[in-house]
């Protein structure tokens, strides 16, 4: 695998947009993927597009947040922040792209630009998707499916301050998009298909000035959450009160006394499409599945040791 | 102010379609950064060419990074059409400083149909 770094200095590229201009090529003919990793940085670009490569799905690209500086929970200034005024990631032109543990930020107060564009045949895991202007009214997270195959996100979340626009939505293609385990916070939405088949598991939405979920979802949709009666399909938790570890802070991963979402849902680590075992901080979730990106008590990453600690409040604050 | 980090090596695709709309082409501007930015390990030869503006505020050559956009003429649907609405012509640029004529008068050049190296065509 070929990696290439992106930082403010000592690094490959200074920006993401200069780190796609100068790789450019297609990686089919060189039997290779090429990974590009991310130092903690506001990226100085307005929008990166990836287009005019040749990729598949065995050689295709990675966007992945360097060691120590990946995404988290409040976003803010900690890791890599790809911002912007215009669409943070276009990556309609680049299918089958991998994207890990990214924050993209958009400022824009209108409805026309987005965090995330998707092509098809992605893999989105752990990613911050953040409209920070309270007047934003556009899909912050807007998966395509050009390409014909499916694209999975996984663990992501989507934060909009304001009441206005959507967070993940799926306009349609001929692929079908996958919600498996993201936490939709604010905007008038969370969750929204407006064409094509899309599935959503254990996905959690609260917030919202409008619904949670809307429109009809694929078959095998279910152990959703929803803060209003719109959680669809099997096994779903309606109307319910989600206790975070600092939600007027920006923490949305679920506290100890939680109730609405913990242990509530589905095992996909054996689904057919985009098997996944971890959480959004890349903990291993164990036996009993949380809806929503984050899981309380990762059975299979905490100690023995540290799960009786827990047990007996001997921390304060969040287990994570 | 300005320092501009520019395609000096043209990249294909065997698609046409893609390569005209996705593709960087030679003399395309990747971003603009303020005056004495630190750039990184492969923005420089032999893939780009930094071209300093000095007194010019980066803000002012933003425009230089825009796409082509306008209506796809299989879909009907506004697409991008090429990477960068407008080009710098290098051959014609003499030195490696410029001031901000010099940028204008390559651009003009450029959305006049000039074409930089061969491959390029609008």
């Known amino acids: ?174 692929g079908t998009a996958r919600f498996y385990n993201c936490t939709a916070i604010g905007g008038a939405n969370g969750f929204d298909r407006d064409f094509g088949a899309a599935q959503i598991i254990n996905c959690l939405a609260d917030g919202q000035s409008g619904t949670g979920f809307t429109s009809t979802w694929e078959t095998g949709s279910g152990f959703n959450a929803s803060w209003d009666a719109t959680a669809p399909g099997d096994d779903s938790r309606q109307s319910q009160t989600f206790t975070f570890v600092d939600g007027s802070g920006g923490d949305y991963r679920l506290a100890s006394g939680d109730a609405g979402a913990r242990t509530f849902g589905s095992d996909l680590s054996g689904i057919s499409v985009g098997p996944f075992s971890d959480d959004f901080d890349a903990i291993a979730r164990g036996a009993t599945w949380d809806i929503g990106a984050d899981q309380f008590v990762a059975a299979g990453g905490a100690s023995p040791l540290l799960a009786v600690l827990q047990a007996h409040g001997a921390f304060i604050g969040s287990a994570h | 102010m300005a320092e501009l980090l520019v395609v000096a090596v043209s990249a294909t695709h065997a698609d046409p379609a893609t390569d005209r709309r996705g593709c960087y082409k030679r003399g395309d501007v990747v971003v603009v950064m303020e005056d004495g930015h630190a750039w990184g390990r492969k923005e420089g030869a032999p893939k780009f060419r930094v071209v300093q503006v000095p007194g010019v505020p980066a803000a002012r050559l933003r425009y230089l990074t825009e796409s082509e956009e306008g209506i796809d003429e299989f879909t009907g649907r506004e697409t991008t059409l090429t990477r960068r609405a407008v080009a710098l012509d290098l051959d014609a640029l003499p030195t490696r400083t410029l001031a901000e004529s010099d940028v204008t008068t390559a651009e003009r050049t450029k959305t006049d149909g000039t074409i930089d190296d061969g491959t390029r065509t609008r």
């Open chain 1, 1 to 174: 695998m070929a990696l290439v770094t992106v930082g403010p200095s000592g690094r490959d590229y200074t920006s993401l947009f200069a780190a796609e201009a100068g790789e450019q090529q297609d990686l089919t003919a060189l039997a290779e993927t090429m990974a590009f990793e991310m130092d903690a940085m506001a990226d100085p670009a307005d929008g990166a597009k990836f287009d005019g490569w040749t990729v598949s799905t065995t050689y295709y690209v990675i966007l992945r947040g360097a060691s120590g500086v990946q995404a988290d929970l409040p976003y803010g200034d900690s890791g890599y922040r790809l911002t912007g005024s215009a669409t943070c990631l276009n990556l309609i032109g680049l299918q089958f792209t991998r994207v890990q543990d990214l924050c993209l930020i958009t400022s824009d107060s209108g409805g026309a630009r987005k965090a995330l564009l998707g092509g098809g045949g992605e893999i989105f895991d752990r990613c911050v998707f953040v409209a920070s202007h309270t007047s934003y009214s556009g899909n912050l997270v807007e998966p395509q499916n050009h390409a014909s195959q499916d694209t999975v996100f996984r663990n992501c979340v989507s934060v909009i301050v304001g009441t206005s626009g959507q967070g993940f939505v799926h306009q349609g293609g001929s």
